[in-house]
């Protein structure tokens, strides 16, 4: 079975204590249950993975690439927190595992927030964005990964 890796940044280890009101009581836990619930309600396996550090990250798309080519992984679903707003080198990482699909989810509209927070350096290589649906983001996520990456190819003409 193909797998959806669930990427998450820093201080996503914290959701559920952290700023409740911004992001809820939810916690990290709580979402990666409830993501490997819905990728077997639509036929992927989920692995979830967070770091609050930017190599680690950066290791693991890495790897995401190489499962990609191995037919192993359908794409990665990332909230990269903060390093959203600083991280080229996750911009650079996504953009070296091309053709890898990549959507990136923020669980608040970062847009409606702070100025610093309206500019990503992570959405420019991201095939697709999702922002402000809470941690139901995630799950429109996954969706999206499959209407965009399957279900559209096995409908196109050849």
């Known amino acids: 079975m193909k797998k959806i890796l669930i990427l998450n940044g820093p201080n996503?280890?914290?959701l559920g204590t952290r700023e409740p009101a911004q992001y809820g009581y939810t916690t990290?836990?709580?979402v990666?249950?409830?993501c490997k619930a819905h990728g077997?309600?639509?036929g992927y396996e989920v692995e979830c993975f967070q770091s609050n550090w930017e190599g680690?990250?950066?290791d693991r798309i890495h790897e995401a690439g190489r499962q990609y080519k191995a037919g192993e992984l359908l794409g990665v679903v990332i909230n990269p927190g903060?390093?959203?707003h600083t991280s080229i080198a996750l911009h650079?990482?996504?953009k070296g595992v091309e053709p890898l699909p990549v959507i990136e989810c923020h669980i608040s509209n970062v847009h409606a927030r702070e100025a610093f927070r309206h500019h990503s350096w992570v959405s420019?290589?991201?095939a697709g964005i999702v922002v402000g649906f809470g941690v139901d983001g995630y799950l429109i996520a996954m969706d999206g990964l499959v209407r965009k990456f399957v279900n559209s190819a096995a409908t196109k003409k050849p």
């Open 124 to 126: 420019p290589a991201a």
């Open 28 to 30: 990290l836990a709580d």
């Open 82 to 84: 903060a390093l959203t």
């Open 32 to 34: 990666e249950a409830f």
């Open 56 to 58: 680690a990250l950066i």
């Open 12 to 14: 996503l280890n914290l």
């Open 92 to 94: 650079d990482a996504i």
């Open 40 to 42: 077997q309600t639509i």
